[in-house]
């Protein structure tokens, strides 16, 4: 028990789009959190941030702005950005603080409100930055990195534009009874395959939509856990790892990738090394997980992550996911929440969605998405620039 | 006689071309002979090197083809679309000698049935947008002839 973490409380705001101000959602889920975990706001000893970079400054310090519309309280606060990963940064910067023994109870909180459509740079002209270099010199936008990664699936492994469907249909169907998805809906092949192209192989309804969305979670330490409830559920492990020199996958918003002339890739892919690095310090393995929580930004990039954090060798993901492995009620049901097929994506908000998701499953507590007997489970994303993100939780 | 328009890059110093045609410029490091593109000046990038000097040397003019993907919808600016939107394809390439995959548009004419990852393909220059003044030129992907 000596120098483990524990979550004690979650809670979401539902997805959607509204338009209204980030912070709104971002105190019902906290507020949703400390109630799960029977504390006040006064309780909280750290508060950590993930920034949204679309609601201007108060977004870049979010932990300082919920900390001021929840009350000062005099707590310690921090921030992270890192990008699609920056809940997972902000849960281990939380956890950091509890195992260093700085403090008991901290509450990590990530919600964002964001524009229609692709998700664009900044404004302004930047010649030195490649996520808006990327636009000008070649209309690279994410829906192109995602199919690129389709297209290489199809073209080496077979897989085919029902697989990709599959995936969605698979999701939908999970997450119909989930009260915080933005899509409750159980899509049909025939919808998702007649939905128009936008980045082929890619639909529209394989490709995730941006979200209003707000999650938090409660960290403290296992023995202040303890003495809070009978069932406390572990953070096993926590990656944020960067990539090895060199990285040959192509990976936005870059538009090329290192050089393996001079120096060996690495013996693991960057998005392998993420939930290697997870497993490695929980001491699991991907045969221990009784779930999975991953990106999927598009439906193909779903099974990508299949491989990537081990549940089958490359080329097989097809076979997992048509042989029903992944959907509830399989050998290791992925993406029970409805993924960001139902919800879309709201950047700060997602590695934590994930992280309850995980939480309300090994609780016992996912009512119709429940997986039986879940025990441990794994989250995987990846930020621009190279932040790897996964956690861990088990009982 | 109409006035013809300049051709100028769309970007300064990434591509260049001589006598054995068309090639993205990139740089190599001095100390552990690391390629950058696009060019590293600052510091170099593989962790075991310290290296600060670099030459700029061309790129291989072909690769292999590792993924490509057709657009149906117009992106958001700095894109410079033509009006109204035509599709446009984006290919990833894996350069011959550099080992490194390099995104770039399909040259004119190169149609989506065209491609299959692995196949070989070069290099070419051509206008990515023009204004009333100029065409502004980058590099684009096409598969070698047979």
């Known amino acids: 028990m000596a120098n483990e973490v524990a979550v004690l409380g979650v809670g979401m705001h539902p997805w959607g789009k509204w338009g209204r101000n980030f912070v709104e959602y971002g105190i019902k889920a906290c507020n949703d959190a400390l109630a799960d975990a029977g504390l006040r706001w006064t309780d909280v000893q750290f508060v950590s941030g993930a920034e949204t970079v679309r609601n201007g400054y108060p977004g870049y310090v979010a932990g300082a702005t919920f900390a001021q519309a929840l009350g000062w309280s005099g707590a310690r606060v921090a921030t992270s950005y890192a990008a699609c990963a920056s809940g997972a940064t902000g849960m281990n910067a939380a956890r950091a603080q509890i195992l260093a023994g700085l403090c008991d109870v901290a509450l990590v909180i990530g919600a964002d409100t964001t524009p229609k459509g692709f998700l664009a740079p900044n404004a302004g002209e930047r010649w030195d930055d490649p996520d808006w270099l990327r636009f000008r010199l070649m209309g690279a936008t994410n829906p192109t990195y995602f199919a690129l990664y389709a297209r290489r699936r199809m073209e080496l492994f077979g897989a085919t534009e029902e697989d990709f469907a599959a995936v969605k249909v698979k999701n939908s169907r999970h997450g119909l009874t989930n009260e915080n998805a933005r899509y409750q809906k159980a899509f049909s092949m025939d919808e998702v395959l007649n939905s128009p192209m936008v980045a082929d192989p890619l639909r529209l309804f394989e490709i995730c939509a941006t979200s209003d969305g707000a999650a938090a979670v409660v960290l403290t330490s296992m023995e202040f856990a303890r003495k809070h409830t009978t069932d406390p559920i572990k953070v096993a492990a926590i990656s944020t790892v960067t990539p090895r020199y060199p990285n040959t996958v192509i990976e936005m918003p870059n538009f090329a990738t290192d050089s393996a002339h001079s120096v060996a890739v690495p013996d693991i892919s960057f998005r392998d090394s993420i939930a290697a690095a997870a497993y490695e310090e929980a001491g699991l393995g991907p045969e221990d997980m009784s779930l999975a929580e991953v990106y999927d930004l598009s439906s193909a990039l779903e099974l990508d992550w299949y491989e990537n954090i081990g549940l089958c060798k490359p080329g097989e993901a097809e076979r997992l996911l048509r042989d029903g492995a992944t959907t509830l009620g399989g050998r290791i049901p992925v993406n029970t929440s409805g993924g960001l097929a139902c919800f879309g994506e709201a950047v700060p908000a997602q590695a934590l969605a994930q992280v309850c998701e ?38 | 006689m109409a006035a013809v328009k300049q051709r100028v890059p769309a970007i300064e110093g990434w591509f260049d071309t001589d006598a054995t045609g068309p090639h993205l410029l990139g740089s190599r490091c001095t100390q552990c002979g690391s390629y950058f593109f696009p060019a590293e000046s600052m510091y170099c990038r593989n962790p075991h090197c310290a290296g600060t000097e670099f030459d700029t040397v061309p790129l291989s003019r072909t690769g292999t083809l590792w993924s490509f993907t057709e657009h149906f919808y117009q992106p958001p600016e700095p894109y410079m679309s033509p009006d109204p939107f035509e599709p446009y394809t984006v290919a990833a390439v894996e350069l011959a000698d550099e080992k490194m995959v390099v995104l770039g548009q399909v040259a004119a004419g190169v149609a989506h049935s065209d491609l299959k990852a692995g196949m070989p393909v070069e290099l070419v220059l051509e206008t990515l947008y023009e204004d009333d003044a100029s065409e502004y030129i980058v590099w684009k992907w096409k598969p070698l002839a047979a």
């Open chain 1, 358 to 395: 995980l939480t309300w499953q090994l609780r016992g507590q996912a009512g119709e998405r429940q997986v039986a007997g879940a025990h441990a489970g794994i989250t995987a994303n990846q930020g621009l620039f190279g932040h790897g993100s996964s956690v861990i939780v088990s009982r």
